[in-house]
């Protein structure tokens, strides 16, 4: 006699791409770190095309070695339609069978944004350190369920000293934003939950929009970049208009999956 076995494809996923321990993370901790989700090649296609964003729009082109002229803290948006190369990394599928774990397999994408942390502080980080927060926007007190989940993909290493980030280990369970003081990284008063998360190039750091996150100042010469990717519900509005404007040809060279994120199978407005 043997137990009925439980078909589920989420599962069958997960455990075809050996992410179990990946998934218990993200149900224990609120946040998993998984290696080498982008190969060598598409990480170095996906950081030439991010820094070449940031050079078209603000007329210096990033540095990596150097840093100059992106002390602090800088974010770009709307990448996704600026290069090929965006398109292959939303459909890394080691991170979307955990995606599919905490948001559904019918989620769609609400953002891609590029994310440039340079030496110490800056006008638009004060600071020097992004404060503690939740990715969940609904009101308080927040659905014992996830509505978003969030991805930062590594197209750098991420130390300690390059500004890694922070997260508050369980505190995904709490279902709430954290209060002002709670949301310190630095100085007197920082918040001594906050462990570091450490991450090399090509890796995926992976949360659920409850968990609280920040990052330190980078306390080195020299950039990291990352891609902060934001997966929701299909009944949520999302930051970025894809399905009103993703190009046909985009969706006829990529998968069904793709057309999904874009927002295609939806049927609300």
Known sequence: ??????????????????????????????????????DPDLTARGLEAALKTFGDRTGKLPNVETGESYDGYFVQRYLLLRDQAFEEIIMAEKVLALIDFLVGQDCILSTLTGHIRGEGCGETLPTGYLGLHGDDTTPMPSANYFNFATVNICLTDVDEASGCLAFVPGSHKLRRQPTGPERVLAGEGANSNAVPCVAPAGSAIIWPSHTWHGSWVSETPGLRVTLAELFCRPYLQTYEMYRETVPQEVLERNSPRFATLMGMDTITG
């Open 1 to 38: 006699m043997h137990a009925s076995p439980i078909n589920d494809p989420c599962l069958d996923e997960i455990s075809r791409l050996q992410l179990e321990r990946n998934a218990l993370e993200l149900d224990v901790a609120g946040y998993t770190v998984v290696e080498d989700v982008l």
